[in-house]
């Protein structure tokens, strides 16, 4: 059975840091691309950051390049975000989701084909 389990979301404060997980089950990571998305309350979900099959390529969007690290470990079959300098813009429900892709160096912002149930992120002072 397919899953992805998100976890690490919580309350911080403007400036502070958080570190989301996305622990899968079912398949390994090493043969998929995986993404992060987020959805605040009244707006559409949105991509923030993809890392590619081969782990070589990242993509981030505008708002959180420089703040925001996507990674990944093979080993644990688990995906990392890192979220620093946080602001309450960034509040928000953030999922991971997973595609199987065979471009290993794509950075895919579409098609992904399983999602986690999401972990809130809540900047606030």
């Known amino acids: 059975q397919v899953q992805l389990v998100e976890s690490g979301g919580g309350l911080v404060q403007p400036g502070g840091s958080l570190r989301l997980s996305c622990a899968v089950s079912?398949?390994?990571?090493?043969?998929?691309?995986i993404g992060w998305f987020c959805q605040a309350p009244g707006k559409d979900r949105e991509l923030v950051a993809v890392?590619?099959?081969?782990?070589?390529?990242?993509h981030y969007t505008d708002s959180v390049e420089g703040r925001f690290t996507i990674s990944r470990d093979i080993a644990k079959n688990t995906a990392y975000l890192q979220m620093n300098s946080l602001k309450p813009e960034d509040t928000a429900v953030y999922y991971c989701?997973?595609?199987?892709?065979?471009?290993?160096?794509?950075?895919?912002?579409?098609?992904?084909?399983?999602w986690g149930q999401g972990t809130q992120v809540t900047v606030s002072s």
């Open positions: 890392i590619s099959v081969s782990g070589r390529n990242t």
């Open positions: 989701a997973a595609t199987l892709i065979l471009e290993r160096d794509s950075t895919p912002i579409i098609g992904y084909d399983y």
């Open positions: 079912g398949f390994t990571l090493e043969y998929y691309a």
